[in-house]
């Protein structure tokens, strides 16, 4: 066996066993809205909130085709715990590959999270931006040695956990006037304030509450990235296939579970008037044979972009972009149709909340909602494949 192969066993042997324990509490957490402290402190034990960061810094060192099969897998236990730590993985592999931190600071970063089993999230939505990352309405402004911020991000996972909070923002440099950067921002700095907002009907268990800056002072060396507002660099590129990738295969983790509770229901239901459980019914077969064909399209085609992307295959400008988002687009939707397709086959009894299938059916619905969303991104393909640039005026 490769080393990668032997390393992609290990792994995946652990988010097998997180996903099995995660499992017998999701309900719980779902239905009190309450936070799964004991998850995280289990992802920690294990070294899987380091997945993604190389061996030589404590981490497991996981590249993204990894990480997408462990957050499958360990979606198909306790969905809102996956989607909440892909939150934290999901920029380190990325920043990871990029390596685009100065030595020291890609040192104390790395350490931080792989061997203090520090988390780091939040902080790119806003209220006023959306989906529509790359431009904020957070404001950095440069003051001497350090940086003011002021602004609210929504929608702020693992909140109750993070240590050190990932805030994107415009930065105001009097030298070199209006840049995006993301700034990292310690738990308990003065100003920063996180506001419990989170009562969702999916994905309760991720705490993605509300976080405020208000005067917030951030020394300058804790900003990265700090680039041009509104271009897009292969940097970009990067982040958008560790998130893309990722979400596709949380979300597919949801449809797997679902159809395999389809499955087994279906082999063990026998109503009555019949002789021999609801697998033997024609309409049961091909409804489990439309949903396994979208599962079977749907790995295929996230874990080959993935795969692609770890061979070194080029992705380049907005041609690249579009190929490493289309699986999210592709799998969230069919995700949701999945799952829809698994509460048919179960009947009724698929709405009571002592069976997981509709938690499955309300956790699947957030899928499409994260970037691209379903809209923005049938801009990005249609435009893409017909020669017209995301960018050029007029829009439409
Ligand atoms: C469970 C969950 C956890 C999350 N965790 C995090 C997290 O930890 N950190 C984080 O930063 N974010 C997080 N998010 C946010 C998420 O990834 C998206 O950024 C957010 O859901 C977008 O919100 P919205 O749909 O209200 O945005 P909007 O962008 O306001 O979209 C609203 C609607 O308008 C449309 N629309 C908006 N802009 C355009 C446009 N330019 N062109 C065409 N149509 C447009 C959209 O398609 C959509 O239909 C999370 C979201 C969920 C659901």
Request: proline residues 5%.
């Amino acid at each position: 066996m490769s080393v990668e192969s032997e390393r992609r066993r290990r792994l995946l042997a652990l988010a097998g066993e997180l996903a099995d324990d995660f499992a017998t509490r999701a309900a719980e957490h779902d239905r009190n809205n309450t936070f799964p402290f004991e998850n995280i402190a289990r992802m920690k034990e294990t070294g899987y909130t380091a997945l993604v960061i190389p061996e030589a810094y404590g981490g497991l060192g996981a590249d993204l085709l990894d990480f997408c099969l462990c957050q499958e897998r360990l979606a198909q236990g306790c969905a809102a715990t996956a989607l909440a730590i892909n939150m934290h993985l999901f920029g380190l592999g990325s920043m990871v590959e990029r390596g685009d931190m100065t030595r020291p600071q890609a040192r104390r970063f790395l350490e931080a999270v792989g061997q203090g089993r520090q988390i780091i999230g939040g902080g790119i939505t806003e209220p006023e931006t959306g989906g529509n990352w790359g431009f904020f309405a957070t404001r950095a402004i440069k003051e001497g040695d350090s940086y003011l911020v002021n602004g609210r991000k929504v929608f702020t996972s693992l909140a109750p956990v993070i240590d050190l909070f990932m805030v994107m923002a415009t930065v105001e440099d009097p030298d070199a006037g209006f840049l995006s950067g993301t700034l990292l921002i310690p738990r308990g700095t003065p100003g920063l304030e996180v506001v419990e907002t989170w009562d969702t009907m999916g994905m309760r268990a991720t705490a993605s509450h509300d976080l405020i800056m208000t005067d917030c002072r951030v020394p300058l060396d804790h900003a990265i990235r700090l680039r041009t507002i509104g271009e897009i660099l292969p940097e970009d590129i990067s982040l958008f296939a560790w998130f893309s990738l990722s979400i596709a295969s949380v979300y597919t983790g949801i449809a797997i579970a679902a159809l395999n509770f389809a499955k087994a229901f279906a082999s063990r239901h026998q109503p009555l008037p019949l002789p021999r459980p609801i697998k033997y019914l024609p309409g049961v077969q091909f409804t489990i044979a439309e949903a396994e064909t979208l599962l079977a399209a749907t790995r295929a085609y996230t874990l080959e972009t993935a795969k692609a992307w770890v061979q070194g295959e080029e992705f380049v400008g907005e041609d690249g972009l579009r190929r490493v988002c289309m699986p999210k687009y592709f799998a969230t939707n069919n995700a949701i149709r999945i799952v829809d397709l698994a509460m048919e086959v179960v009947g009724a009894v698929g709405i009571f909340k002592k069976h997981p299938l509709e938690r499955y059916y309300r956790d699947v619905r957030a899928g499409t909602n994260h970037p691209f969303s379903n809209a923005r991104m049938r801009e990005l393909i249609g435009k893409n494949v017909l020669g017209i640039k995301l960018l050029e005026m007029p829009r439409w």
